[in-house]
């Protein structure tokens, strides 16, 4: 699958009203600790996702702020379902890890000291595969717009597999990385910095999910746009 990153990056100033959109979602994202406006943000990208399974060209915009929070939280339900595993697998490893540490013998701290290495090891692992899957579960929301899709094994599996995800998911990934790298550098500058990076972010989010949406229309075959009037709505 050929993908144009230039095409990827500028994906969010594809609307005469892009830079209302990005402010509107940067300060969303900034003040994301209040937890409503992180709803809202999980609702948004779950919109670029449903965007990119389409082959919309200009990015969705704020509005319908109901049906944006309601889906924001269903999103966010499904990540959590799906970081269930990772989390309990840190929660073992690195609590057991802990404990032996805490026997203070040598023998215990040596154990302890390599368990909570391999603990980490594998919770890094783990989550990272899980977001690769989870991905998925929240594309197929976005388009069949039932909390179950979310978790279609069939689906899934047939998508995980598929290069024609896998690839723009390689894209969107490091299209975050990239973004990382310039709020670090922006966060440098006290206060101002670390505003700016918060609208930089929102913006790299919005460009790797429409690409993850194009990469799941792709390997399931809806990315022609005749899915484009699925109700989005909750079933």
């Given at each position: 699958?050929?993908?144009?990153?230039?095409?990827?990056?500028?994906?969010?100033?594809?609307?005469?009203?892009?830079?209302?959109?990005?402010?509107?979602?940067?300060?969303?994202?900034?003040?994301?600790?209040?937890?409503?406006p992180a709803f809202l943000v999980f609702g948004y990208v779950l919109r670029v996702l449903r965007a990119g399974i389409d082959g919309t060209e200009a990015p969705p915009v704020f509005d319908d702020w109901g049906t944006l929070l309601k889906e924001g939280v269903v999103a966010?339900?499904?990540?959590?379902?799906?970081?269930?595993?990772?989390?309990?697998?840190?929660?073992?490893?690195?609590?057991?890890?802990?404990?032996?540490?805490?026997?203070?013998?040598?023998?215990?701290?040596?154990?302890?000291?390599?368990?909570?290495?391999?603990?980490?090891?594998?919770?890094?692992?783990?989550?990272?595969?899980?977001?690769?899957?989870?991905?998925?579960?929240?594309?197929?929301?976005?388009?069949?717009?039932?909390?179950?899709?979310?978790?279609?094994?069939?689906?899934?599996?047939?998508?995980?597999?598929?290069?024609?995800?896998?690839?723009?998911?390689?894209?969107?990934?490091?299209?975050?990385?990239?973004?990382?790298?310039?709020?670090?550098?922006?966060?440098?500058?006290?206060?101002?910095?670390?505003?700016?990076?918060?609208?930089?972010?929102?913006?790299?989010?919005?460009?790797?999910?429409?690409?993850?949406?194009?990469?799941?229309?792709?390997?399931?075959?809806?990315?022609?746009?005749?899915?484009?009037?699925?109700?989005?709505?909750?079933?």
């Amino acid at each position: 699958m050929a993908i144009d990153l230039e095409r990827v990056v500028t994906y969010p100033t594809n609307d005469d009203d892009w830079l209302k959109t990005v402010l509107i979602g940067g300060a969303l994202t900034l003040f994301a600790f209040l937890v409503v406006p992180a709803f809202l943000v999980f609702g948004y990208v779950l919109r670029v996702l449903r965007a990119g399974i389409d082959g919309t060209e200009a990015p969705p915009v704020f509005d319908d702020w109901g049906t944006l929070l309601k889906e924001g939280v269903v999103a966010f339900v499904v990540v959590i379902v799906y970081q269930l595993i990772p989390l309990l697998a840190f929660v073992l490893t690195v609590g057991g890890s802990l404990a032996a540490i805490g026997t203070g013998s040598e023998a215990g701290a040596g154990i302890g000291i390599a368990g909570l290495l391999g603990g980490l090891a594998l919770s890094t692992l783990l989550a990272l595969i899980f977001s690769y899957v989870t991905l998925i579960g929240l594309a197929n929301y976005a388009h069949e717009g039932t909390f179950g899709s979310a978790f279609d094994l069939d689906v899934i599996t047939s998508v995980a597999t598929d290069g024609a995800y896998a690839i723009p998911w390689l894209y969107g990934i490091g299209v975050l990385i990239a973004a990382n790298i310039v709020a670090g550098i922006l966060g440098l500058v006290p206060f101002v910095g670390a505003i700016a990076g918060a609208f930089v972010f929102f913006y790299a989010q919005v460009a790797a999910a429409w690409v993850w949406g194009m990469g799941f229309g792709d390997a399931t075959d809806l990315g022609d746009g005749s899915d484009a009037d699925v109700d989005p709505a909750i079933a």
